[in-house]
């Protein structure tokens, strides 16, 4: 090179233009497409409201009387949960509502979705006496005696106690003892 020689770069042409501008399109148009399946698989990208502050929420407006209200705001935030271990919390604290309120259809049905959605939970026959328990609530003994007895063959020895007393509760209501 001498001194004279020019060392300017040379001015982008229009076809590295449209190349950049196809690039940006492409990507622009990829991340438009993912976007919605990664959130559905994994719930999308940006923090969803944890399982706990909802719990939180539920709690403040319990204290404050407004039953009504944490119940929707439990059902919305079921409904939209994708997280297994949160959505279980939620159901757990939904049926607890649902008993405190005595609704004992809602927590009928909460139970079912526990039971049908969890089924090698540690906890299950934990679940399956709350059920039990909550269906003779409802007079329902055919069906209460049935999970009882279900219990008492599936369950470890230790988690008996609660099948053997729900089944004196109904015995009891029957009046065979």
């Known amino acids: 090179m001498t001194q004279y020689s020019s060392h300017r770069r040379e001015e982008p042409r229009l076809s ?7 690039v940006v399109f492409v990507i622009a148009f990829a991340l438009f497409k993912v976007y919605p399946l990664a959130k559905s698989r994994w719930g ?3 923090a969803e409201e944890p399982a706990a502050s909802v719990v939180e929420r539920v709690e403040s407006e319990v204290a404050s009387g407004d039953l009504e209200g944490a119940a929707s705001l439990l059902d919305e935030s079921i409904a939209a ?5 949160r959505r279980k919390e939620l159901l757990l604290q939904r049926v607890d509502l649902a008993e405190k309120a005595q609704d004992w259809s809602v927590a009928v049905q909460r139970l079912e979705e ?3 959605d969890y089924p090698g939970d540690s906890e299950r026959p934990r679940y399956v006496a709350r059920y039990g328990n909550t ?8 069906e209460a005696r049935k999970q009882y007895e279900g219990l008492l063959k599936s369950a470890p ?6 099948a053997y007393i729900g089944l ?9 003892l």
């Open 114 to 116: 526990l039971l049908r």
């Open 157 to 162: 020895l230790g988690m008996r106690a609660p």
């Open 168 to 176: 004196g509760r109904i015995a009891l209501h029957e009046e065979k």
């Open 44 to 46: 999308g990208w940006f």
């Open 135 to 142: 269906l003779e609530k409802q007079e329902r003994f055919e």
């Open 81 to 85: 949960e994708n997280d297994p271990a």
């Open 16 to 22: 590295r233009t449209i190349f950049r501008l196809v």
